[in-house]
T-cell receptor, first 115, second 115 residues
Framework: DTGVSQNPRHKITKRGQNVTFRCDPI?????LYWYRQTLGQGPEFLTY????????KSRLLSDRFSAERPKGSFSTLEIQRTEQGDSAMYLC?????????????FGSGTRLTVV | AQSVSQHNHHVILSEAASLELGCNYS??????LFWYVQYPGQHLQLLLK??????LVKGIKGFEAEFIKSKFSFNLRKPSVQWSDTAEYFC?????????????FGAGTRLFVKA
C-alpha cells in the first residue's frame, strides 16, 4: 500500500486549455474526495464518491469541472477552459466507509498553474 | 453554513516553548473534530481526532487537543515544541450525521520553530 497517489504533481497550462488530473486511492478505500486548496486557505471540499457514484458536489464545482470514478477505483478530475482563478493545489483523499468520520488519507496533490 | 476559524495564521516559537493553537467551529450539532498537519513538502496527515468520550485527546508526537463543547472550541497544545514541529496545522470538522462525506477545514496556522 503506497497511500493515495496523484498525478501529475505539477501542471502548468495556458488559459483556455483543458486539464485532467488523476487520483489513485488506497485500494480498499471505497470513498474518494476531491478538495482544492489555494494559497493561505485550508482545503475546500469539491466532490465525493462512494464507489463509482458521485454523491455530492460543492457549488465551487462549476460546470467547467467534471469528476469521474468509472470503476470505483481511480478517479479523474477534468477542468475545461481553464481560468487563472483555477490555479490551486488539487487534493485527493480516500477513506473506508466505516472510517469516514474518523479522518481521511490525503495524497500529495496536483499543483495547477494557469498562465 | 458550517465554518472553522483558526485564530493565528502564523506563529513563531523557540524550541521548548509551549504551543497552543486556537480553533473554533460553528455548528450546533454533533461533530467530529480533527487536527491535520502538513510538514514542508509533504502531504496532509492526521495528527489527532475527537469523536466521543474523553474531551482531552492525545495524538502523535506529544500533541493533544481539548474539546470544549460550550465554547465550540478544539485547541491544539504541545508543552514543548521542537524544530521538527515546523509545519502548517489545520483544524477540521466533520459532521457524522451526514455520513462523513464532507470535512470542513480552517485556513491553517503556519508554525515556525526556531532552533
Amino acid at each position: 500500500d503506497t497511500g493515495v497517489s496523484q498525478n501529475p504533481r505539477h501542471k502548468i497550462t495556458k488559459r483556455g486549455q483543458n486539464v485532467t488530473f488523476r487520483c489513485d486511492p488506497i485500494s480498499e478505500h471505497n470513498r474518494l474526495y476531491w478538495y482544492r486548496q489555494t494559497l493561505g486557505q485550508g482545503p475546500e471540499f469539491l466532490t465525493y464518491f462512494q464507489n463509482e457514484a458521485q454523491l455530492e458536489k460543492s457549488r465551487l464545482l462549476s460546470d467547467r469541472f467534471s469528476a469521474e470514478r468509472p470503476k470505483g477505483s481511480f478517479s479523474t478530475l477534468e477542468i475545461q477552459r481553464t481560468e487563472q482563478g483555477d490555479s490551486a493545489m488539487y487534493l485527493c483523499a480516500s477513506s473506508l466507509d466505516r472510517d469516514s468520520n474518523y479522518g481521511y488519507t490525503f495524497g500529495s496533490g496536483t499543483r495547477l498553474t494557469v498562465v | 453554513a458550517q465554518s472553522v476559524s483558526q485564530h493565528n495564521h502564523h506563529v513563531i516559537l523557540s524550541e521548548a516553548a509551549s504551543l497552543e493553537l486556537g480553533c473554533n467551529y460553528s455548528y450546533g450539532g454533533t461533530v467530529n473534530l480533527f487536527w491535520y498537519v502538513q510538514y514542508p513538502g509533504q502531504h496532509l496527515q492526521l495528527l489527532l481526532k475527537y469523536f466521543s468520550g474523553d474531551p482531552l485527546v492525545k495524538g502523535i508526537k506529544g500533541f493533544e487537543a481539548e474539546f470544549i463543547k460550550s465554547k465550540f472550541s478544539f485547541n491544539l497544545r504541545k508543552p514543548s515544541v521542537q524544530w521538527s514541529d515546523t509545519a502548517e496545522y489545520f483544524c477540521a470538522v466533520n459532521l457524522p450525521n451526514t455520513g462523513g462525506f464532507k470535512t470542513i477545514f480552517g485556513a491553517g496556522t503556519r508554525l515556525f520553530v526556531k532552533a
